[in-house]
C-alpha cells in the first residue's frame, strides 16, 4: 500500500457527539476547534443562529426559524491527528439524519449534563451506537454547576444504557466548590480555575495528590472526601480496558465544564490515544479494511437537497471507507451499475462550506448528486465492485396521513413525496389493504412534517393536508412469512406496509408492544428496519 495514503487515514478520528439538547455540545465542539485552531477565539462558531446559518440558507424554513436543517462536518488538526466532528443535527432539527450521521462515525463522545444525567435524546442516540459497537466515551459536563452525585451518575449510566463505565477521572466537589479533577492515573489533581466563562484559555495546574502543599490548593475536607470516593471507586468500578472500549462495551468516563474551558484538553490528548483510526466496514464481499484496501470506496449516509436554490441540485454526503479520493476522479456507482465522475466535492469547514482536491478513509465529503444516489449507496474504484452494508430504517416517532388538497395533481403529489421520501427525509407507509391514496408518513423529528409541506408546496407545487394520527411507536415484523390476519394485537395497534410492501405495526402506548409479543408466540418485532 501508498505509504502516504496509509499514514493519512492512520492520522484520521472521525467521531459524533451525542448528547440531549443544552448539554453543552455546541459548546465542547467549539472548544475543540479553539485547540485545534480552526478557531481564533472561543465562541465564533457559537451562534447557531448566525455562522451556521450563514452557510446553509437554502430553505426559508431555516431563516424563519433561524435554525439548521443541515449538518456538517468539521475538520481540525489536533496533536498529530486530524479529527473530523459529524454534527449530529438537534434540538428542533432531530431527524433521521441525526443517526445516520452515527453511521458514518467510528466513535462516539457522549455529553451529558452533570446535573441531569442521562435524557431522552441521549439515550436514543446511545442505542444506534451500541448497536454498532463503535466506542463511547462519556464527558460529564458542567461540574462548574452543582452536580448529582458522581457514583449515582455512573451508576445511571450502567443501568440506563447498559454499559459499564470507567472513570479516567474523578471530580473533586461541583458546582461553588469545585476543585478540579483527580488524574487516576498520574495521581495529580488538574486544578480548576475560572476562566471567566472560557474567555481565557486558563493555565493547566496540576499537583500530586501526595504533594506536601497539596492543601494549599484543594481544602482538606474535600481531599477527604476524593480519598474515601477513589478507595470506594478502586473498589467498585471497572478497570480500564482497551479491547473493552474498542468493542464498545466499556465507556472511560472524563468530567469537565466546557464553558470553563476546564477538562477539555486532557480529554481530548486521553480521547485521541484512546479511539480509533477508521474502522473496517462490512461489505456483501466481507469486510473492506482501510489498512488493506487501497482502492477508493465510499458510502452515502445523507442526501441534502436544494442546497442552491437557482438549481434543484442535490448534494450526497458520502464517508470515506478506504483508499484516496481525488477530485472530479471515477467511481463505480455500485446500484447504479454505472461509472460516474464525483464533481464539485465539498467539505464544510467550521462555519463555510468549500471545495476540497483530496480526501482519504475516515473523511467526509459532500458530493454533486444529480439525482442517482439513494442512501447506503457504495461507490469505489476497486474492480470487486462490493456493496456496503446499508444503512438501517430507524423508527419514526410521529405519525400523520397526508393527502393533497387537489385532486389533480396526483401525479405531481406522489412523484414529490416518494421523491423526498428517497432522500431520506421522511418514511412514508400504506394502510395494510389500500392503495396509494391514502398516504401515511412517519417522521423522527416533527420538524420534518414542516419540510415536506414547504418543499411539496414550492417545488412540486402540490398542497398538502395533513392530520396527526397519535401513534408513537413502529416495529418491523422479521418473521418472514407471517399470517397478518392471524396476528392477535393491541386494541391500540395499526397494520401498515411501508414501500417495500414488508409489514409494520403501529402502537400508541409502549406497553402495547410487549403485550402483542406475549400474545403471539414466536413473533419477533425490530426497532430498526433492515437495510
Ligand atoms: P447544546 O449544543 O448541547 O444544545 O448545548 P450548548 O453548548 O448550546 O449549551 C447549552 C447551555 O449550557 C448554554 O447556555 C451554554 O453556555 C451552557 N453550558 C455549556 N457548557 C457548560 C458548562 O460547562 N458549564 C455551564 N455552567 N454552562 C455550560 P445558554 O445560557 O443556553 O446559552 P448562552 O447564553 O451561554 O449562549
Known amino acids: 500500500m501508498n505509504k502516504m495514503i496509509t499514514d493519512e487515514i492512520k492520522k484520521r478520528r472521525t467521531f459524533a457527539i451525542i448528547s440531549h439538547p443544552d448539554a453543552g455540545k455546541t459548546t465542547l465542539t467549539e472548544k475543540f476547534l479553539l485547540y485545534g485552531g480552526a478557531i481564533n477565539q472561543a465562541g465564533s462558531v457559537k451562534g447557531k443562529a448566525t455562522a451556521k446559518h450563514a452557510?446553509?440558507?437554502?430553505?426559508?424554513?431555516?431563516?424563519?426559524?433561524?435554525?439548521?436543517?443541515?449538518?456538517?462536518?468539521?475538520?481540525?488538526?489536533?496533536?498529530?491527528c486530524c479529527i473530523n466532528i459529524l454534527d449530529t443535527p438537534g434540538h428542533q432539527d432531530f431527524s433521521?439524519?441525526?443517526?445516520?450521521t452515527l453511521m458514518?462515525?467510528?466513535?462516539?463522545?457522549?455529553?451529558?449534563?452533570?446535573?441531569?444525567?442521562?435524557?431522552?435524546?441521549?439515550?436514543?442516540?446511545?442505542?444506534?451506537?451500541?448497536?454498532?459497537?463503535?466506542?463511547?466515551?462519556?464527558?460529564?459536563?458542567k461540574m462548574d454547576r452543582e452536580a448529582r452525585d458522581t457514583f449515582d451518575l455512573l451508576d445511571e449510566i450502567e443501568k440506563e444504557l447498559g454499559i459499564p463505565t470507567c472513570p479516567v477521572n474523578w471530580p473533586i466537589g461541583s458546582g461553588k466548590e469545585?476543585?478540579?479533577?483527580?488524574?487516576?492515573?498520574?495521581?495529580v489533581i488538574d486544578l480548576f480555575e475560572d476562566t471567566m466563562k472560557g474567555t481565557r484559555m486558563g493555565t493547566m495546574k496540576e499537583v500530586a495528590l501526595d504533594a506536601p502543599d497539596v492543601t494549599s490548593y484543594v481544602s482538606e475536607d474535600a481531599l477527604d472526601v476524593l480519598k474515601e470516593e477513589i478507595e470506594l471507586l478502586d473498589g467498585a468500578s471497572a478497570e480500564f480496558d482497551q479491547s473493552e472500549v474498542?468493542?464498545?462495551k466499556l465507556s472511560p468516563v472524563f468530567f469537565g465544564s466546557a464553558l470553563m474551558n476546564f477538562g477539555v484538553e486532557t480529554f481530548l490528548n486521553y480521547f485521541l490515544a484512546m479511539t480509533t483510526p477508521p474502522l473496517p466496514r462490512m461489505s456483501d464481499q466481507g469486510i473492506i479494511d482501510p489498512a488493506e484496501e487501497e482502492e477508493f470506496s465510499a458510502f452515502v449516509f445523507k442526501i441534502q437537497a436544494n442546497?442552491?436554490?437557482?438549481?434543484?441540485?442535490?448534494?450526497?454526503?458520502?464517508?470515506?471507507?478506504?483508499?484516496?479520493?481525488?477530485?472530479?476522479?471515477?467511481?463505480?456507482h455500485v446500484q447504479g451499475g454505472k461509472k460516474v465522475r464525483l464533481a464539485q466535492p465539498q467539505q464544510m469547514m467550521a462555519s463555510e462550506r468549500k471545495m476540497i482536491e483530496e480526501a482519504y478513509a475516515g473523511d467526509i465529503i459532500g458530493i454533486f448528486d444529480p439525482g442517482i444516489f439513494s442512501i447506503g449507496d457504495t461507490l469505489t474504484t476497486s474492480d470487486k465492485k462490493f456493496a456496503f452494508e446499508g444503512i438501517p430504517t430507524f423508527a419514526p416517532e410521529h405519525f400523520a396521513r397526508v393527502r393533497q388538497v387537489n385532486t389533480m395533481k396526483r401525479k405531481q403529489f406522489i412523484k414529490g413525496i416518494n421523491q423526498i421520501a428517497q432522500e431520506g427525509a421522511i418514511q412514508i407507509f400504506q394502510e395494510f389493504n389500500t392503495g396509494m391514496e391514502e398516504i401515511i408518513?412517519?417522521?423522527?423529528?416533527?420538524?420534518?412534517?414542516?419540510?415536506?409541506k414547504y418543499r411539496l408546496n414550492h417545488e412540486y407545487n402540490v398542497e398538502i393536508i395533513m392530520e396527526g394520527l397519535p401513534y408513537e411507536y413502529i416495529r418491523w415484523i422479521e418473521n418472514p412469512d407471517i399470517d397478518l390476519d392471524k396476528l392477535k394485537g393491541t386494541s391500540d395497534m395499526k397494520k401498515i406496509k411501508d414501500l417495500k410492501g414488508r409489514p409494520l405495526l403501529l402502537f400508541i402506548n409502549s406497553w402495547s408492544i410487549g403485550m402483542t409479543l406475549e400474545r403471539n408466540e414466536g413473533l419477533e418485532l425490530a426497532e430498526f428496519g433492515r437495510a
Not at 64 to 71: L, N
Not at 178 to 187: I, Q, T
Request: glycine share 10%; aromatic share 10%.
Open 96 to 100: 433521521e439524519d441525526t443517526y445516520r
Open 55 to 80: 452557510v446553509s440558507d437554502w430553505m426559508d424554513i431555516e431563516k424563519e426559524r433561524g435554525i439548521s436543517v443541515t449538518s456538517s462536518v468539521l475538520q481540525f488538526e489536533f496533536g498529530g
Open 178 to 187: 469545585f476543585a478540579g479533577v483527580y488524574d487516576r492515573e498520574k495521581g
Open 246 to 248: 474498542d468493542a464498545g
Open 104 to 141: 458514518a462515525a467510528d466513535s462516539a463522545v457522549m455529553v451529558i449534563d452533570a446535573s441531569k444525567g442521562v435524557e431522552a435524546q441521549t439515550r436514543k442516540l446511545f442505542k444506534v451506537c451500541a448497536m454498532r459497537h463503535i466506542p463511547i466515551f462519556t464527558f460529564i459536563n
Open 307 to 332: 442546497m442552491n436554490k437557482a438549481h434543484r441540485d442535490r448534494i450526497a454526503f458520502m464517508r470515506i471507507c478506504s483508499g484516496k479520493f481525488e477530485a472530479g476522479m471515477d467511481a463505480f
Open 441 to 452: 408518513v412517519g417522521v423522527v423529528g416533527t420538524l420534518q412534517f414542516d419540510v415536506l
